[in-house]
């Protein structure tokens, strides 16, 4: 998957209005809570056959860092 | 006094036997006198789980996925050949999916339903069978507290258990008339792998605000065998259509 393709499902799934970017934070997010986290990890299971638990979420808050996490092979670019 | 709570000469099948729930189940009823046969996907699992169990009696060990009709009839026509009479069924096969609405589609809800409750259902057929069933018979499905008060990113999981619920409520009326009780008992949550892994999965915060919610704290899954003992014995002969409570008290809130 291409980065701006991720960039553009991830904000689909969080629901956002906004265009994200590498440097977004979770947090900041205005519909960002407990459930998103739980579709994020279903999100990034279906697309990238990753499993991540909530506790990697702690220790990250920008998207820059879940792509990190996600594994730079799983991007084309 | 006659012990109204043993099981013994009574044969008990367990779905789900591997871990958790049923596996408590089986070494109760077990210790209570009861003759085993134990369902399970796979049988060196189910097998290694009891290595360390001593059974005065060795129970039988039957490899079938439940989920298949084809596989439910064929285990049917093994306990005609074998003239094996059932006089109890404790359905404890489940699995939970921790998911918000937006990502809960076909393949959850489809598979959530197949295993907690459509092989429930098929089993029960299967022993409520005339050449099947002893002459008392008591079913007892493994709801869950979940069935009864809501929970977040539960739906898949919520809606079988309530579909357990009112499903007995309906087979314990169609059933009595030959004798065959049928219950559910609903556990809020218990010390399982089903449990751990959901704990993983939620995070701490939302971990502490569960087991916050159990007055009595987390159940263990001998807690909950208790009850199904109770329900698979004589000493609830005039109990069926019920959905038994044992929650710590979560839901007294």
Redesign the interface.
């Known amino acids: 998957m291409n980065t701006q393709t991720f960039l553009e499902k991830l904000q689909d799934e969080l629901e956002e209005d906004n265009t994200l970017t590498l440097e977004t934070k979770f947090k900041e997010l205005e519909n960002y809570d407990s459930m998103s986290v739980l579709s994020l990890i279903a999100f990034i299971d279906e697309s990238f056959d990753k499993s991540l638990d909530t506790k990697h979420f702690k220790d990250i808050s920008t998207v820059q860092e879940l792509m990190e996490l996600i594994g730079s092979e799983n991007f084309e670019d | 006094m006659s012990d109204f709570f043993s099981l013994q000469d009574k044969t008990i099948v367990i779905s789900g036997a591997s871990s958790g729930i049923g596996k408590s189940c089986a070494e109760l009823c077990a210790a209570s006198g009861a003759k085993l046969i134990l369902l399970g996907r796979d049988i060196s699992k189910l097998e290694s789980a009891f290595q360390e169990f001593k059974f005065k009696e060795k129970p039988l060990f039957l490899e079938l996925d439940i989920t298949s009709e084809d596989d439910v009839n064929q285990l049917s026509k093994t306990l005609i050949e074998k003239d094996i009479k059932i006089s109890g069924f404790v359905h404890s096969a489940g699995l939970k999916h921790?998911?918000?609405l937006?990502?809960t589609g076909t393949k959850v809800l489809s598979e959530s339903f197949t295993v907690n409750v459509f092989s429930g259902f098929y089993l029960a057929r299967a022993f409520s069978q005339k050449k099947i069933k002893a002459d008392n018979q008591s079913f007892v499905f493994i709801s869950s507290i979940a069935g009864v008060v809501g929970e977040?990113?539960n739906l898949a999981y919520s809606a079988t258990k309530g579909a357990l619920i009112s499903g007995t409520k309906s087979l314990a009326l169609e059933l009595a008339k030959q004798k065959t009780r049928v219950n559910c008992v609903s556990p809020a949550m218990v010390n399982t792998p089903l449990s751990e892994k959901m704990f993983?999965?939620?995070?701490e915060?939302?971990t502490k605000n569960i087991l916050d919610k159990h007055p009595l704290g987390i159940g263990n899954p001998e807690d909950v065998a208790k009850s199904v003992v109770f329900l698979l014995s004589e000493g609830s002969s005039w109990i069926t259509g019920t959905n038994l409570i044992v929650d710590g008290g979560y839901s007294a809130h």
């Open positions: 921790t998911l918000p937006k990502n977040p990113a993983d999965n939620i995070g915060e939302a």
